[in-house]
């Protein structure tokens, strides 16, 4: 599978001009095609988890270009005390309220 999948994407990114995205088939994983010298072929990763409706969760996502720095992001978020520090951090934001509707005015005839 990993040897299809690498001929795959060097073909794909053949075709791509820098910066060019491409959603793949796991939620929230675009595919992006980094400016390299040359004819070497620089693709990375955009994480960005998607809403119910599709629309991303935050404007840019997180950009991984290696193996490395998967492994070091995976360690730090499987990390208990970084995720008891982003819970604390979540407590302490205020709720977000939905306003009311206001009536809409009618003309009465």
């Known amino acids: ?56 969760l935050k404007r840019k996502g997180l950009f991984i270009t290696s193996l490395e720095q998967w492994e070091a992001f995976k360690e730090i978020f499987s990390n208990t005390k970084a995720f008891d520090l982003i819970q604390s ?7 977000k309220t939905v306003a009311p509707e206001e009536a809409e005015e009618v003309f009465e005839v």
């Open 1 to 56: 599978m990993t040897t299809d999948l690498t001929e795959k994407l060097k073909e794909f990114g053949k075709e791509m001009k820098d910066w060019d995205k491409k959603k793949t088939s796991v939620s929230g994983v675009t595919i992006v095609k980094l400016p390299t010298k040359g004819d070497d072929i620089n693709l990375g990763l955009e994480i960005n988890p998607e809403r119910e409706d599709g629309t991303p």
């Open 89 to 95: 951090i979540n407590n302490l934001k205020t709720p």
